[in-house]
């Protein structure tokens, strides 16, 4: 939990319903009954939000709220279970991950992930459920909704999502090509970088996986030792526009004849001026494209 509990607009943020609605809720149905500070402001406790998550998912699914409002937590609990297996669209899906992360369900968080791997191919179980869940979880992370804690849990669960089925693939280098993935020092978001060099192992090429915050020393022992094709990296966490051109034009310059792939919501901001024979990849089928 928040060191002082949940306001209002934390609700909003992490169950879509109105602040307003929200108040109506509270004074038409006795939804909830939130505590106030001293200067009369309201604030939720964990059982507050879990309620408002589990509530707002089932009307959101066709349930009449002051039918809902009036249940305990227990049937509500059941009806979001019952619900979950009619309902399979991304959206659903994410919200189920949001409520599990809210709640650090060990179980049910794995059961589902499980379930939407199940339901999905593995690229659009990723791309479409778990990275569009990462998006929201980061606009949360941004206005204060969810703590470090709770990004770092669903983080780790999902990395080793990906290792896991990387780990399937067979180590065939069919394309005699490698590509070296990194990501640079400071930068420790690293869920696209897996993806992307899952994605370049399952069609063949050999890929050299250095991971998070890799120190300038260690590519130019790479250059020097390693032969290399492709250059691929990202750039996630905020990065001066000067800082982020200048590191573009040294590792272009340290990897002269290699093509260097990049990716990231850093590029998006600042739209760089990019040395030649640099590409922004801009999603995984552009990437796959390019490795055909």
């Known amino acids: 939990m928040k060191d002082k509990g ?3 607009k934390d609700l909003e943020n992490l169950s879509g319903v109105k602040a307003h609605t929200i108040r109506i809720w509270e004074k038409r149905y006795n939804l909830l009954v939130p505590e106030r500070t001293d200067t009369n402001i309201r604030f939720y406790s964990d059982e507050d939000l879990r309620r408002m998550l589990n509530v707002s998912l089932l009307v959101r ?3 009449k709220i002051s039918k809902v409002a009036a249940w305990d937590d227990e049937k509500i609990n059941e009806a979001v279970l019952e619900s979950s297996k009619h309902r399979t669209s991304e959206s659903d899906y994410i919200d189920r991950l949001i409520l599990d992360m809210v709640k650090f369900d060990n179980r049910s968080f794995y059961r ?3 379930e939407i791997l199940n339901t999905f191919s593995f690229e659009d179980a990723v791309t479409k459920v778990f990275f569009e869940f990462f998006v929201r979880v980061g606009i949360y992370w941004q206005v204060g909704s969810v703590f470090p804690a709770q990004e770092h849990y669903v983080t780790n669960i999902f990395r080793q999502k990906l290792i896991a089925e990387t780990d399937k693939l067979r180590v065939a280098n ?4 490698s ?13 696209s970088l897996l993806f992307y060099s899952y994605l370049a192992q399952k069609m063949g090429y050999h890929v050299i996986y250095l991971g998070q915050f890799v120190p300038w020393a260690d590519l130019e022992k790479i250059q020097q030792q390693v032969k290399v094709d492709f250059i ?8 001066p526009k000067e800082e982020l051109n200048n590191y ?14 990049v990716t990231g919501w850093q590029l998006q901001v600042h739209q760089p001026d990019l040395p030649r024979n640099v590409k ?3 999603d995984y089928k552009e990437f796959k494209e390019y490795l055909r």
């Open 248 to 261: 573009l034009i040294a590792l272009k310059e340290l990897f002269s004849t290699q093509k260097l792939f």
């Open 6 to 8: 949940y306001s209002i």
């Open 179 to 191: 590509i070296l993935f990194f990501l640079p020092e400071n930068e420790l978001h690293e869920m």
């Open 232 to 239: 691929f990296t990202a750039f996630i966490n905020s990065v």
């Open 112 to 114: 589902l992930t499980t």
């Open 174 to 177: 069919t394309k005699n090509a």
């Open 61 to 63: 699914n066709g349930y």
């Open 280 to 282: 922004v990849v801009k």
